[in-house]
């Protein structure tokens, strides 16, 4: 299992952080929702650490501990006092290999991951993203929510998560970070020693299917609510298999929606009137992604909206970006990558991601390098790579949704 160290002294302050790569995009369609639901348990207890003595001894040291699950992880950290994170390296080893999983405690988090998900079907946002993925995804491993659905939470059960907890939480599939005020040499030893005799061999699952893009699909609401409707313009992009691909559209997405400078707030809100919100989204994962334009608008705009965000796209992948609009995406991906690196936590989680994505350090390592050599050029071609203009219409994907959440609609 790798060991990344990550030394600095500025507070006396660090975090343990451990990535392990399984989530939603490695479940069983039976079982979908499992990897979150097993992230909420391990803090539960261990053979070592009693129900609620985890979080107990984190914060009464006046630490925190938190976790997350994704498509391609979960992971699970600790920020502690400095002189006390060799606690925070045992307790997340425990975790990992000993956690009990008790009966009871599973009863509890089922109901408090059942209200989860039914507040995420009241989000508007959050049931665009599910019918989002669910189109655009028609098959492969990003097809179904991480949350899983009330069918599969519910159906849940102890041995099938014990199951799934020895298959998946192997060495090979992990990697812990450590961050902030510590000795490299003393956390490798307290790594070592915690981790001492974990050969727990890991499965390897066989993902659903390949992902499989749908093209041109449609999803429009069946009935005007009266207020506004949020919808998603989506076109099937590379992840981090494409790690060449990752930065310019990272920059993409910065000049064209991030922000009330950004390109397509100017064109399409203030100057149109087309909306009253939009944004862009790249989100990267280890496999195929989207590229994702979000707007809020009222119901008779919509068609409005999509022939302008059309016209829009295929201008910016023909004419190379402004030199003040290039330097503003680059000082805010800059300053986003510095500011994340200001914390032990924010460190943790920016080396565990990239690593657990990309397999090394190297996209971490050389990013503000490659972000300054980057061209106008390089993120028109990238863009176009991703939205084709030529044949626009068929590789996108639109989605909308009324205000309170509830519109499927029909392709």
């Known amino acids: 299992m790798p060991l990344l160290l990550l030394e600095n002294h500025e507070a006396a302050v660090a975090t343990a ?19 979150h639901f097993l992230e909420h348990m391990l803090f539960k207890g261990t053979e070592k650490w009693g129900l609620g003595e985890i979080e107990r001894a984190i914060e009464s040291v006046g630490g925190v501990s938190n976790a997350g699950t994704s498509y391609d992880f979960t992971h699970y950290y600790v920020t502690l006092p400095a002189a006390r994170i060799r606690t925070g390296i045992e ?14 405690e599973l009863e509890k988090e089922r109901l408090v991951i059942l209200e989860e998900y039914r507040r995420k079907q009241d989000n508007p946002i959050g049931v665009l993203y ?3 993925y669910g189109e655009l995804f028609e098959a492969g491993p990003y097809h179904l929510p991480v949350i899983g659905s009330e069918e599969t939470i519910r159906a849940i059960d102890r041995p099938a998560m014990l199951d799934y907890y020895h298959r998946r939480y192997g060495p090979e599939g992990a990697v812990l970070v450590v961050a902030g005020d510590i000795e490299p040499e003393r956390a490798i030893e307290w790594a070592e020693a915690a981790f001492a005799g974990f050969d727990r061999r890991r499965e390897e699952l066989t993902r659903r299917a390949p992902v499989r893009y749908g093209r041109g699909k449609r999803v429009h609401e069946r009935k005007p609510t009266g207020g506004e409707v949020y919808v998603a313009y989506a076109f099937p992009a590379p992840g981090m ?10 920059m993409a997405q910065f000049i064209l929606g991030s922000g009330r400078a950004a390109r397509l707030h100017q064109e399409l809100k203030e100057k149109r009137g087309l909306c009253s919100s939009i944004n862009s989204y790249y989100p990267t994962h280890a496999h195929d992604s989207l590229f994702v334009f979000v707007a809020t608008c009222q119901p008779g705009q919509r068609e409005g909206l999509r022939g302008a965000l059309l016209e829009e796209l295929r201008r910016f992948a023909a004419e190379p ?14 300053s986003s990558h510095l500011f994340s690196m200001e914390t032990s936590s924010g460190a943790a989680s920016n080396i565990g991601y ?13 990013y503000l390098e490659k972000l300054e050599a980057l061209t106008a050029e390089q993120v028109s071609a990238a863009t176009a790579r991703v939205i084709h ?7 996108l994907v639109e989605i909308s949704v009324g205000p309170n959440g509830e519109l499927k609609g029909e392709g």
Do not use: C, N
């Open 354 to 366: 990239y690593y657990t994505l990309s397999g090394s350090t190297e996209f971490f390592d050389s």
């Open 91 to 104: 307790m997340l080893a425990e975790m990992v290999r000993h956690s009990t999983l008790d009966a009871a």
């Open 130 to 132: 599910e019918l989002l």
């Open 389 to 395: 203009p030529e044949r626009l219409e068929e590789s």
């Open 17 to 35: 952080d451990i990535w392990v790569r399984t989530g939603a995009a490695d479940e069983p369609e039976d079982l979908s929702g499992i990897s």
């Open 321 to 334: 970006t402004p030199p003040p609009a290039m330097k503003r995406a680059r000082r805010l991906l800059a």
């Open 241 to 250: 298999q494409a790690t060449e691909e990752v930065l310019p559209l990272d």
